[in-house]
């Protein structure tokens, strides 16, 4: 069965520029949740989605924004890129909401020139 | 707010040495609580789970993890560790619809 996938696995962007980054989750999973980790530290909860709302925010500005579709895949949008989003994002798809066991992807690896 | 603390960033051990990784905890309910892991160029993936029932919890790879609610700790442990344990470890904690994750401890396996 195929895992959790992430396009793009690699990007640069200036600052200034917006980005979407896309994950495709387990068949199955109708949870997704994005994380922000940076080098040195534990994976931030960015937002969850589940069956296509919002069921959670983390700490973030609203420069960053995210949505689910009906085929449970999802996009994160950034907007307005600073140096400090440079970072890897991680998405983890749930088979359910509401027990935090989660399946990563690779991730999307930004730099912010 | 919940928030994870472990305490070791980086721990070096020879092959069959015990491991234990320490994990505490804040949070005001009732917690899920994981480890995961992630080897050398792969993706983060769960090493063990405890939702409730025995407080002994037993993962993949003959890794397991002890809840002490007391004490608000989730310790990993592994009595005799091999070069491929080498990989960096998350304690996390779900709560308030999200998952928390500590900064990681790098485990170096040395043969």
């Known amino acids: 069965d195929a895992g959790v996938t992430q396009s793009p696995t690699h990007l640069i962007k200036t600052r200034g520029q917006q980005v979407t980054l896309r994950c495709s989750p387990i068949s199955g999973h109708k949870s997704v949740s994005w994380y922000q980790q940076v080098l040195g530290q534990g994976p931030q909860f960015i937002f969850q989605y589940y069956e296509k709302e919002e069921r959670g925010r983390g700490n973030f500005p609203d420069r960053f924004s995210a949505r689910q579709f009906p085929n449970y895949s999802s996009e994160l949008n950034v907007n307005a890129l600073l140096l400090g989003d440079s970072a890897l994002y991680l998405c983890?798809?749930?088979?359910?909401?509401?027990?935090?066991?989660?399946?990563f992807g690779e991730g999307s690896r930004l730099t912010v020139l | 707010a919940q928030s994870v603390s472990q305490h070791n960033h980086h721990v070096i051990l020879s092959e069959a040495a015990s491991l234990e990784l320490g994990c505490n905890y804040s949070?005001?309910?009732?917690?899920?609580l994981f480890w995961y892991v992630q080897y050398p160029g792969q993706h983060l993936q769960l090493l063990l789970k405890?939702?409730?029932?025995?407080?002994l919890v037993k993962g993949i790879k003959g890794f397991e993890a002890e809840f002490i609610k007391s004490k608000f700790s989730f310790n990993l442990r592994k009595p005799s560790v091999q070069w491929s344990d080498t990989a960096e470890y998350f304690c996390?904690?779900?709560?308030?619809?999200?998952?928390?994750f500590g900064t990681g401890t790098k485990l170096q396996v040395i043969p």
């Open positions: 983890a798809s749930s088979p359910r909401s509401g027990t935090g066991e989660l399946f």
């Open positions: 949070y005001g309910g009732t917690v899920n």
């Open positions: 996390a904690v779900f709560g308030y619809q999200k998952v928390t």
């Open positions: 405890y939702f409730s029932g025995d407080p």
